[in-house]
Nanobody, 127 residues
């Protein structure tokens, strides 16, 4: 059974940092783009960042560009999201997901492209 487990969320003051992890189990995703999304209360789920299978290409939402960094360790079947200079508007539940298309060079920001999803981890940024 494929599972994605996010961790690393928490409460942090504005300007602080958090590092989220997403560990996959049940199969390897070393040939797949991995994405991070977030959903705030009352809002739609939105794209945050994605990284292609090799780690050589990344894609960020404009709202997090320059503050967040996505990376992966295929030997650990894990993807990370380093979040710096956090703002109250970053408060949301963060989810990782898998694009099932193998060997995609360019990571996608299209939510509908992603298949497996984790349960999410809560990030709260206080002002």
């Amino acid at each position: 059974q494929v599972q994605l487990a996010e961790s690393g969320g928490g409460l942090v003051q504005a300007g602080g940092s958090l590092r989220l992890s997403c560990a996959a189990s049940g199969r390897t995703f070393s040939s797949n783009t991995m994405g991070w999304f977030r959903q705030a209360p009352g809002k739609e789920r939105e794209f945050v960042a994605a990284i292609n299978w090799s780690g050589g290409r990344t894609y960020y939402a404009d709202s997090v560009k320059g503050r967040f960094t996505v990376s992966r360790d295929n030997s650990k079947n894990t993807v990370y999201l380093q979040m710096n200079t956090l703002k109250p508007e970053d408060t949301a539940t963060y989810y990782c997901a898998v694009d099932p298309r193998p060997w995609a060079v360019v990571p996608t920001n299209e939510l509908a492209r992603y298949d497996y999803w984790g349960q999410g981890t809560q990030v709260t940024v206080s002002s």
